[in-house]
């Protein structure tokens, strides 16, 4: 069982940044996609960026790329999520998820979900 932790959310004002950080309990991501999700009210989770532990690979949705950068912290079997150039569109819960790779962008493809954590965006 994987257990899945994020920290680091807050507010911000726009084109500021904020680094959002997850953390993993019960066993390493050795093997797993991870993955952040985000969700504005009323609207559906979307995906934001994946990474895949085992060669690092990354991919990003469209809408963060070149903003937002995700990362991996081997020693403290972490994922974070650096966002530069905050827009006000950006507000939202945000999530951490992961699943056994392959890596994938669609949410209901993950096994395991953290609590998430707002990040709220002033213009």
């Known amino acids: 069982q994987v257990q899945l932790v994020e920290s680091g959310g807050g507010l911000v004002q726009a084109g500021g940044s904020l680094s959002l950080s997850c953390i993993a309990s019960?066993?390493?991501?050795?093997?797993?996609?991870v993955a952040w999700f985000r969700q504005a009210p009323g609207k559906e989770r979307e995906f934001v960026a994946a990474?895949?532990?085992?060669?690092?690979?990354?991919y990003y949705a469209e809408h963060v790329r070149g903003r937002f950068t995700i990362s991996r912290d081997a020693a403290k079997n972490t994922v974070a999520l650096q966002m530069n150039s905050l827009k006000p569109e950006d507000t939202a819960v945000y999530y951490c998820a992961a699943k056994i790779v392959p890596l994938v962008t669609g949410p209901d493809q993950y096994n395991y979900w953290g609590q998430g954590t707002q990040v709220t965006v002033s213009s």
């Open positions: 019960g066993r390493t991501f050795t093997g797993y996609a």
């Open positions: 990474i895949r532990w085992s060669n690092i690979y990354t």
